[in-house]
C-alpha cells in the first residue's frame, strides 16, 4: 500500500508514496553545471570537482551525472529548492542570534 504523502501535488493532484524494501541510491556531486529541455525533457548536468588547475588555479570539474525528468516536474523541484533554502537561512538566522557577536549593540 502507498503512502500519503500532505506536502506534494502534481497536475492538481495528491501524491502517494511507494515504500521500497531496497535502499535509496544516493549519488554525491559538488553541484550543479547547466541544464537544458527539449521535448517535454529537462537535464541538468551535474559534476564533481576533480582538482585545480595550477597553471591559472581554476578549478577543474567534470560532468559525472545528468539527472533527466519531465518539464512538469520542475515546479515541484524547485519548490523542495526554495523550502530548503528558507530552514537554512532560518537555522542560520537562529544560530546567529546564539553568538556573543550578535548579541553585541551597534556602535
Not at 506534494?8 to 549519488?27: A, S
Not at 533527466?68 to 538566522?93: D, G, W
Amino acid at each position: 500500500m502507498a503512502e500519503k504523502q500532505n506536502s506534494g501535488q502534481r497536475n492538481g493532484r495528491g501524491v502517494k508514496l511507494m515504500p521500497t524494501n531496497q535502499p535509496v541510491e544516493e549519488i554525491y556531486v559538488d553541484g550543479a553545471l547547466g541544464m537544458f529541455a527539449r521535448a517535454g525533457v529537462v537535464k541538468i548536468n551535474l559534476f564533481r570537482v576533480v582538482g585545480t588547475d595550477a597553471s591559472d588555479d581554476a578549478e577543474v570539474r567534470s560532468v559525472s551525472h545528468r539527472l533527466v525528468m519531465p518539464i512538469s516536474a520542475v515546479p515541484e523541484l524547485v519548490r523542495l529548492i526554495q523550502s530548503m533554502a528558507r530552514s537554512a537561512r532560518q537555522t542560520q538566522a537562529a544560530e546567529a542570534v546564539g553568538t556573543p557577536e550578535a548579541r553585541k549593540p551597534n556602535g
